[in-house]
T-cell receptor, first 111, second 117 residues
């Protein structure tokens, strides 16, 4: 089963707008990661947020984590056409060492 | 660094044939992961190795799948015999795990797109 579930499944916005993607998970976590996948390519790590952090920034990316709601959000500000990709959250599944990925949010940024 | 290298990039084969996918992890990394990605099931972890030792192969779908890591710089994923439902993109990823699981950044290869006719 998928530990992380992203929503929405697909998001289409105009260049310059902000994009927000959400991830919910079921069990307690130590940290949560976000990855990006461009079409036909492998996944690329974006950011890791630990369970004792509430917010983290990296360039135009802002990640929040609410452990009480078992959810995280990824905000991309001032989006660009090059941000068009699928975005995945990933967490360690309870009792395991395996990183489990959600099914992703497909983001399309229209020029 | 060249990153994670996978070969071949594309493979088309007929049902019943043996398929071998290859992966060269990033030098210095101690963990290696094989994933399969399909539209229906998303990204699934098949098996992962730490220091060349298989740690968890519970994601391997059945006995037709096998994986080896004879040394720190090479791994193979073999499907024998292959079936049409094995058609997917197979990714190899590597990381350096120094602390708790899930704290490492995984670096993905470009993937092998497998089509079984």
């Amino acid at each position: 089963s998928q530990q992380g579930e992203e929503d929405p499944q697909a998001l289409s916005i105009q260049e310059g707008e902000n994009a927000t993607m959400n991830c919910s998970y079921k069990t307690s976590i130590n940290n949560l990661q976000w990855y990006r996948q461009n079409s036909g390519r492998g996944l690329v790590h974006l950011i890791l947020i630990r369970s004792n952090e509430r917010e983290k920034h990296s360039g135009r990316l802002r990640v929040t984590l609410d452990t009480s709601k078992k959810s995280s959000s990824l905000l991309i500000t001032a989006s660009r056409a090059a941000d068009t990709a699928s975005y995945f959250c990933a967490t360690i599944q309870g009792g395991s060492e395996k990183l489990v990925f959600g099914k992703g949010t497909k983001l399309t940024v229209n020029p | 660094d060249a990153g994670v290298i996978q070969s071949p990039r594309h493979e088309v084969t007929e049902m019943g044939q043996e398929v071998t996918l290859r992966c060269k992890p990033i030098s210095g990394h101690n963990s290696l992961f094989w994933y399969r990605q399909t539209m229906m099931r998303g990204l699934e972890l098949l098996i992962y190795f730490n220091n060349n030792v298989p740690i968890d192969d519970s994601g391997m779908p059945e006995d037709r799948f096998s994986a080896k890591m004879p040394n720190a710089s090479f791994s193979t994923l073999k499907i024998q015999p292959s079936e049409p439902r094995d058609s997917a993109v197979y990714f190899c990823a590597s990381s350096y795990l120094a602390g708790d699981p899930g704290t490492d950044t995984q670096y993905f290869g470009p993937g092998t797109r497998l089509t079984v006719l």
